[in-house]
């Protein structure tokens, strides 16, 4: 059985050990540095960090944030919660820890007042893009790109 629960200082570590893995399994291991950057981002004081656990180990992680204007470089919006990273540890992928990583965050985010989720995928990350839409995000139809070869799709819930 999977739960899910806002992380203490505590799970830091694990979701970290998460997020590599993950990021490990896709081809794409993160250096020290993006390491380090995500170790700090789950640290911030307005960070909402979501893990799932299964017997007694996290399996899944979730970052979210106050959503700000400008893609991230405005002031913040009210209402609005940006998702920074949702990853599941390879082996427990395809087992619904998504959705209820989402579902927790939802519910969070509700009952603090926030009228709106947002996050950006990879517009090819057809396993991200379904899990979004099954917890009912829909594509706002913003695209922009991390390079050349990185499109990226934002999806939008409102509470």
């Known amino acids: 059985m999977v739960t899910t629960r806002l992380a ?3 799970d830091h570590a694990d979701a970290v ?3 590599r893995a993950a990021n490990t399994a896709r081809g794409r291991p993160p250096e020290a540095t993006r390491v380090d950057r995500v170790r700090a981002k789950l640290g911030e004081p307005d960070a909402i960090v979501i893990v799932a656990v299964a017997s007694g180990r996290v399996r899944g992680m979730l970052l979210a944030e106050p959503g700000r204007d ?3 470089r405005g002031p913040r919006v009210a209402g609005l919660c940006h998702i920074s990273m949702v990853f599941v540890h390879p082996g427990w992928q395809g087992r619904g820890v998504g959705r209820l990583l989402l579902e927790r965050l939802r519910t969070h985010v509700a009952a603090l007042g926030g009228t709106r989720l947002q996050v950006w995928t990879g ?3 057809e396993r991200a893009r379904r899990l979004y839409r099954r917890a009912g995000f829909a594509p706002s139809g913003r ?3 991390l390079g050349p070869t990185r499109p990226i799709e934002q999806f939008t819930l409102d509470l």
Request: overall charge negative; charged content about 20%.
């Open 8 to 10: 203490e200082s505590t």
């Open 17 to 19: 050990a998460v997020w």
């Open 70 to 72: 400008r893609d991230g």
């Open 123 to 125: 517009a090819g990350n």
């Open 143 to 145: 695209l922009a790109s």
